[in-house]
């Protein structure tokens, strides 16, 4: 058996039956990386050593008879999130040299469960992206064609999973950070209802909307990730302190009569073509399996992409002032207390400024009624839109994104339309629900359309088991890159 071309399952039930060790795939798993992400540069730090250490702790537990969900998996983390004594950036150089005293509670739980981890990944800076060009330290690559961007900002754990460097990572998803780049790049991934996860030791970009969540090859990885990492946690005040479903158990790929609504404001004018012809035909596959398509309507969220951006830059704002010189962060000493903060938080990149700005507008003295303020009564009708829908329905079927990966650069330039690249996933964020994107198909490029299913607060199961059992009737592929010889 190949350690590093199997999923996440697969290399799990291959540990259990003896046949291989978990220091023999995750050595296997940091030759890859060696050898590959030099090109695709998912990862910001391979924590080799410790993953090494993980995997033979690994090894002599299952030897005295434990076995864990994830005992011996390799898997990345984003750069988000805290990890004890390794560098946690956020993409940004204001952290640069931040070494992490502790773990984030989502890691923390990854450890538990036997997970190897193998580094941080990429990100756009604090998560203020949609293709991780906006990292202060380099542009990931898609694997499915390294000229391409692997979607944001969680586009380092995308192309990871996509190119066969890790068996499953954690994102964040503010406004469609997991969803988008599992679409980019082939994968499942998850944006679990918000407060599914603890938000401990994850550094805040917008905290009324991040959630932690998995991506996998399939939905059964992903369900084995979320399984693990979701749960209560009383250091975060959002959250939920419910029973956590064994979603892994739930993916009977039965789901005869099924409601699956289809709203027609998610069909955008300027989608590409190619992308709406797959997304139907997805939608008609799982008609076939025996649920019933429901044509709706959502109709406020046309106007999710101003909302999300008035509200998220806001928060952005807030929590970003805390790098100061003085508190937290680089400090960069100047003349005096003014030009010391000024020096320091120039390290911020363009993007980061931006939304700072941005939000510091919307929170200003005369304008705070009229921007964040009429914002936060519009999230209202978006959340009261999607609980209407889940009256008639069980799941929401739409395109994940409006398009396939686009070229390196292409939209650098162009703020805007880099921000309409998230106008399907972002309404989500502005709920209460949940949401994943599942590969459905590719284009005339060669390159993956991702299908969404959204269901309503905490029915992560629901939509887990929908994807499953619409991959059941695909061919799975993957990138050259990740079946590639790598000796």
């Not at 996440?8 to 050595?27: F, H, K, N, P």
């Not at 999130?81 to 923390?108: M, Q, R, W």
Request: hydrophobic fraction near 40%; charged fraction near 20%; glycine fraction near 10%.
């Amino acid at each position: 058996m190949e350690p590093t071309i199997s999923t996440l399952i697969e290399l799990r039930d291959a540990l259990r039956r003896g046949e291989l060790t978990s220091v023999a795939a995750t050595q296997a798993m940091l030759d890859r990386i060696v050898a590959i992400d030099n090109t695709i540069r998912s990862y910001l730090t391979v924590t080799d050593e410790m993953a090494l250490e993980m995997a033979a702790t690994a090894d002599r537990r299952r030897a005295e008879g434990e076995d864990t969900p994830l005992l011996g998996v390799p898997v990345a983390v984003k750069d988000l999130l805290c990890l004890a004594g390794a560098p946690t950036t956020a993409g940004s150089k204001i952290l640069e040299n931040f070494i992490s005293p502790y773990n984030a509670h989502a890691v923390d739980r990854l450890i538990e469960a036997g997970a190897v981890i193998l580094g941080k990944t990429n990100t756009d800076e604090f998560a203020m992206g949609s293709s991780t060009e906006s990292s202060a330290f380099f542009t990931t690559r898609n694997p499915w064609d390294t000229e391409r961007v692997p979607g944001g900002s969680s586009g380092g754990s995308a192309a990871a999973v996509a190119a066969g460097l890790a068996y499953g990572a954690l994102g964040t998803d503010t406004g469609g950070s997991v969803r988008q780049p599992a679409s980019f790049c082939g994968l499942v991934g998850m944006r679990p209802t918000y407060g599914r996860i603890s938000r401990w030791g994850v550094i805040a970009y917008a905290s009324s909307l991040d959630q932690v969540g998995p991506m996998g090859q399939t939905a059964a990885d992903t369900a084995a990730l979320l399984s693990v990492i979701a749960g209560y946690d009383p250091r975060d005040s959002t959250s939920l302190d419910t029973p956590v479903p064994d979603y892994e158990a739930a993916l009977t790929g039965d789901i005869r009569g099924l409601r699956v609504g289809v709203p027609h404001e998610f069909f955008i004018e300027g989608i590409d073509t190619e992308v709406e012809a797959a997304v139907r035909a997805a939608i008609e596959q799982i008609a076939r399996l025996g649920a019933e398509i429901i044509e709706i309507s959502i109709p406020h969220t046309r106007y999710g992409l101003p909302i999300y951006y008035l509200i998220a830059s806001a928060e952005a704002g807030a929590n970003l002032a805390r790098y100061d010189g003085t508190r937290f962060g680089e400090r960069v000493t100047g003349s005096d207390v003014i030009d010391t903060v000024e020096r320091t938080r120039a390290l911020f990149g363009p993007e980061v400024k931006r939304r700072i700005m941005l939000g510091s507008y919307a929170l200003s003295a005369g304008y705070y009624d009229q921007y964040y303020g009429r914002a936060l009564k519009a999230r209202e009708l978006i959340r009261e839109n999607f609980r209407q829908a889940f009256e008639t329905v069980d799941v929401i079927a739409a395109p994940t994104c409006p398009t396939t990966a686009f070229k390196i650069g292409e939209r650098v330039d162009d703020p805007l339309t880099m921000y309409l690249n998230d106008m399907l996933t972002l309404p989500l964020n502005l709920s209460t629900g949940c949401g994943l994107s599942t590969p459905c198909g590719f284009d005339s490029k060669g390159l993956p359309i991702g299908l969404q299913l959204i269901g309503g607060p905490l029915q992560e199961a629901t939509i887990l088991n929908v994807a499953h059992a619409y991959e059941q009737t695909q061919p799975r592929r993957k990138p050259e890159l990740a079946l590639g010889d790598i000796a």
